[in-house]
């Protein structure tokens, strides 16, 4: 760790005690399930497609209406990125832009929010990546419950060809609470500043990568310029304000008054992971694919929006609720490792 950086910490009233997870923790993690479909360990062709050839679309998100924010609906304009559903307005230098939109959803719950690379009239000769991702908390196959746990089975399972520069340590950026840790490549001289918080029951990272530190370090002051939601943090991010409280399985038998299972005409062997916003009478009222096929969607659709919950209460009074519930083949959890179950 440089110098320069151990003054922005310091500046910043970080902790110095680094974060442990008491839990014992999995080992190399198998690989997440495919996005959607009949998987294959194939690789993808770069052949043209051949005359006549109809291609059909595959699993995808989808809502069921466009005026309720998504995680993957934010938009980077003018030298900031917004995201309606986090709250989220972040600002970086004016030349720097976003040349690619990223990926769908995985049906892990894994989304690439934004990446940010400077332009190419930028100012400065330094190269780096600003990396915004979130991993949905209720469909994760890693053995974590929040952000906190998430960074340090991160931490604990970098590839032999990383190492760690800092250990996981608190911090405030923007007035919010973040958990913040650094590795590089030794090999390709790349550094990872990694900031992490949860939102809506999401860990939403921010991942600075570059060969030049100093520049990654700007990037990390530059970051206290952030607007976030209250009530979030590394410990638990269940949404606050106008938010629905976010709440693992609750989708249980205990919980609802009516249940109807959807009916799949096809079979495609994928899961189906789903979000759902309960209203404060117990209603379905908004319904988001991480990705489905369009007959699994409109299998579930037909079935979610006929379930009735009993109103949830927060304080004596009923509030809204988020959820989420997996259809289908649901991810394998990761696998226990022998070297950490014994720490």
């Not at 799949?264 to 209203?279: G, T």
């Amino acid at each position: 760790m440089t110098w320069r950086l151990a003054l922005i910490l310091l500046f910043a009233n970080l902790s110095a005690a680094p974060f442990s997870v008491s839990q014992a923790s999995p080992g190399n993690a198998a690989p997440p399930a495919k996005n959607g479909g009949d998987f294959s360990s194939g690789t993808l062709s770069t052949d043209k497609v051949p005359p006549g050839v109809i291609l059909v679309k595959g699993a995808w998100y989808s809502a069921s209406d466009s005026i309720t924010p998504v995680p993957e609906g934010g938009t980077f304009n003018s030298g900031a990125f917004n995201n309606p559903y986090f709250h989220m307005t972040y600002s970086l230098p004016t030349d720097w832009v976003q040349k690619y939109q990223g990926p769908p959803p995985s049906d892990t719950g894994r989304y690439t929010l934004a990446q940010i690379v400077p332009g190419d009239n930028s100012r400065g000769s330094s190269r780096g990546i600003v990396l915004v991702t979130a991993q949905d908390m209720f469909f994760t196959p890693f053995p974590a419950s929040n952000a906190l746990e998430l960074v340090n089975y991160s931490k604990n399972h970098l590839q032999a060809d990383y190492k760690l520069e800092m250990q996981p340590t608190q911090t405030q950026i923007g007035g919010r609470s973040f958990v913040f840790y650094a590795y590089w490549s030794p090999i390709a001289e790349i550094h990872w500043y990694v900031a992490s918080t949860e939102i809506r029951c999401h860990t939403v990272q921010f991942i600075l990568s570059s060969q030049n530190t100093r520049l990654l370090e700007n990037l990390l002051l530059d970051m206290n310029k952030i607007k976030l939601p209250a009530g979030i943090g590394p410990n638990a991010g269940t949404g606050g304000g106008n938010d629905p409280v976010c709440i693992k399985d609750y989708a249980i038998d205990a919980n609802m008054t009516r249940r109807v299972e959807p009916v799949f005409s096809e079979r495609h062997f994928n899961a189906v992971p789903v979000r759902i916003i309960v209203d404060k009478d117990g209603k379905v009222k908004h319904i988001h694919f991480l990705s489905a096929y369009p007959d699994q969607s409109k299998a579930v659709t037909d079935a979610v929006n006929q379930w009735r919950f009993k109103p949830y209460l927060q304080n004596g009074k009923p509030v809204e609720v988020e959820t989420g519930i997996v259809f289908g083949r649901a991810a394998l959890p990761a696998r226990l490792s022998a070297d950490r179950a014994t720490e």
